[in-house]
């Protein structure tokens, strides 16, 4: 089998460069802002693909923008839908259901943990293990990029921002889809209380920027390379380097809480919440970005990626604290987080990592209650 990541030099892993960076806008000579007219392709097992999803939902979008998500056992040839047969009996019954959830799927269950052993990594679920392709009656993700370029050489990353009119791909880069998602560019087609959602405030861009870069570099990306290092000078390295960064979140937020309490007293901790975020006192991309990989951390890469230190329920109050809330209260974060295809597709699909594919059980719960 070959190896599902790219490996660079001295047993580093190195992210490949998204191919496909284009926009939506009214100014845009091709691609303009429609109802309908753009579909995402995502992975809910994928923490850059659950960037798009939150946004998506946080934005009102759901009915504005479709989505189909894959299997999520990633093998050889890449992402893949259900297989056609079940795409042809069941194409109606998921063209009704697909704007209804905020993932295109049934969503979280609040604990994933009881047993995995009877899944199979061909499991054939509708809406549980994947959907099917409906435009197209595709199998792979594969198939979409090859559409859009016949040359394409690179590898089929998740998320794919796809335009139904041209039949090829706008963008394939999260963060540019979420910059994309929040951008007023479809403002006409959705519910007017999600109108005044911005999540990159412009006297906040500067600070999001900043936080994004070095949180991605060293979080959302260091857990990554981490886990794919093949050397264990290189995982030394990489999974200090982690929780340098995440001892830097934390003591963020902590000096946060510390402030709200003084401004709204100890025991009013709804008001407290309602502004305990990353950036500036609102919910921002920057919570969004960070979060797709904290509510992986315990669940997976402690023990799938060896980023085990601690974990965040143990050793880190604030971040925990910080991600229970966007989690229970906020729906676009639940019901686009769903811990069975989290633990199924690191412990199934990375077969140098977990040769036997035995999925662990914990922690249990996936997530603690608020
Ligand atoms: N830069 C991309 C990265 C996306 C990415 O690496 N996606 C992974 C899943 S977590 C993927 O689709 N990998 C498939 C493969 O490499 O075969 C983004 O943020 O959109």
């Given amino acids: 089998m070959s190896k599902q990541w790219a490996s660079g030099t001295n047993g580093a892993f190195k992210r490949q460069v998204s191919s496909f960076r284009e926009t939506i806008s009214k100014q845009h000579p091709i691609y303009k802002p429609a109802k309908g007219r753009y579909w995402l392709y995502v992975s809910l097992a994928c923490p850059w693909a659950h960037r798009t999803l939150i946004t998506r939902a946080l934005k009102g979008l759901t009915s504005v923008i479709g989505c189909s998500v894959v299997h999520w056992h990633l093998d050889e040839k890449g992402w ?92 394939n880069e999260s963060s540019d889809i979420i910059r994309i998602l929040n951008s007023n560019a479809f403002d006409e087609f959705i519910d007017d209380k999600f109108k005044k959602t911005d999540l990159v405030p412009a006297q906040l861009e500067a600070k999001i920027d900043e936080f994004n870069s070095w949180v991605y570099d060293s979080i959302n990306n260091g857990v990554y390379k981490t886990g794919f290092a093949e050397k264990a000078e290189v995982y030394e390295s990489e999974v200090s380097n982690v929780f340098e960064h995440l001892d830097k979140v934390e003591k963020i937020l902590g000096d946060k809480y510390v402030k709200l309490k003084a401004k709204y007293g100890e025991d009013d901790r709804q008001k407290i919440l309602s502004e305990f975020f990353t950036v500036g006192d609102q919910l921002t991309e920057a919570d969004v970005r960070l979060y797709t990989t904290i509510i992986r951390f315990d669940p997976v890469y402690v023990q799938h990626f060896k980023c085990n230190f601690t974990s965040i329920r143990a050793g880190y109050p604030f971040i925990h604290l910080w991600v229970r809330n966007l989690y229970w209260n906020y729906d676009a974060f639940r019901h686009t987080t769903d811990f069975e295809h989290i633990k199924l597709h690191y412990t199934r699909s990375h077969t140098r990592i977990n040769p036997l594919g035995i999925t662990p059980l914990g922690p249990k719960p996936d997530i603690r209650p608020l």
């Fill in 80 to 171: 893949r839908f259900l297989d056609m047969e079940k795409q042809l009996e069941d194409r109606e019954s998921f063209l009704e259901h697909w704007h209804d959830a905020a993932g295109g799927i049934k969503t979280a269950k609040e604990d994933s943990s009881k047993s995995f052993a009877a899944i199979k990594n061909d499991s054939q679920r509708f809406m549980v293990d994947a959907t099917n392709e409906p435009h197209y009656g595709y199998e792979r993700i594969s198939d979409l990029y090859y559409k859009s370029d016949p040359q394409y050489s690179a590898r089929f990353t998740v998320p794919v921002l796809w335009d139904l009119e041209t039949q090829t791909i706008v963008n």
